[in-house]
């Protein structure tokens, strides 16, 4: 079992910057692929990056490449998105998500340990 719980969402101006953390409880963390979703209101959740077991690779969605970056400290069991040249259309709830088959991917049923999400408002 893995819990994670995602801190760092806020209110920013367009064109700002944050950085979500997501820490993880238990042992094996470092051998688990991780990612990063989100969801607007009346909208589906949405693959935003993620990362492999190692951190040397990642995968972006395109809206978001060049803009977000995903990280990784397996000694600290967390993960990182850090946010730059925010719009507004990247309002969302976001998430990060465990895959203990360690693959790399942007499908939510890859995934199977989620986090509460925190809520990230850019203002225009």
């Known amino acids: 079992q893995v819990q994670l719980v995602e801190s760092g969402g806020g209110l920013v101006q367009a064109g700002g910057s944050l950085r979500l953390s997501c820490a993880a409880s238990g042992r094996t963390f470092s051998s688990y692929a991780m990612g990063w979703f989100r969801q607007a209101p009346g909208k589906e959740r949405e693959f935003v990056a993620a990362?492999?077991?190692?951190?040397?690779?990642?995968y972006y969605a395109d809206s978001v490449k060049g803009r977000f970056t995903i990280s990784r400290d397996n000694a600290k069991n967390t993960v990182y998105l850090q946010m730059n040249s925010l719009k507004p259309e990247d309002t969302a709830v976001y998430y990060c998500a465990a895959a203990p088959k360690g693959r790399l991917s942007r499908h939510l049923y890859e995934y199977d340990y989620w986090g509460q999400g925190t809520q990230v408002t850019v203002s225009s």
């Open positions: 990362i492999s077991w190692s951190g040397g690779n990642t």
